[in-house]
């Protein structure tokens, strides 16, 4: 089985080691590109992971902190989540179909 891919969001970090620690601070950069966020855009995209990401934004990011797309996401592999283990024995889990209240039957 393959395994899922995940990223790693470095964005913070590159602030960081460029002497940004303020999320205000990207503002100004991005909007020289022409990348026109909000306030609080910005500091989601900062602060947390994005799911969506446009190219533009992306590549505006990587000429702001002069580094390659390969430090801002990391790639790594997802974390598996474990399957309970059936009982011995057992052909199938009850789960809740065999709790549920029969049909009365009138005769």
Do not use: H, N
């Amino acid at each position: 089985m393959t395994e899922k891919l995940d990223y790693r969001w470095k964005l913070r970090e590159l602030m960081a080691t460029r002497g940004m620690f303020s999320t205000t601070a990207l503002k100004p950069l991005l909007e020289e590109r022409g990348i026109s966020l909000s306030s609080s855009q910005v500091y989601r995209l900062v602060t947390e992971t994005p799911e969506r990401l446009s190219l533009k934004v992306l590549m505006a990011l990587v000429d702001i902190l002069d580094c390659r797309m390969e430090e801002l996401i990391e790639p790594v592999a997802a974390a598996r989540t474990a399957r309970p283990k059936k009982a011995v024995g057992s052909e199938r889990d009850p789960g809740v179909g065999d709790l549920r209240p029969k049909r009365a039957r009138i005769l």
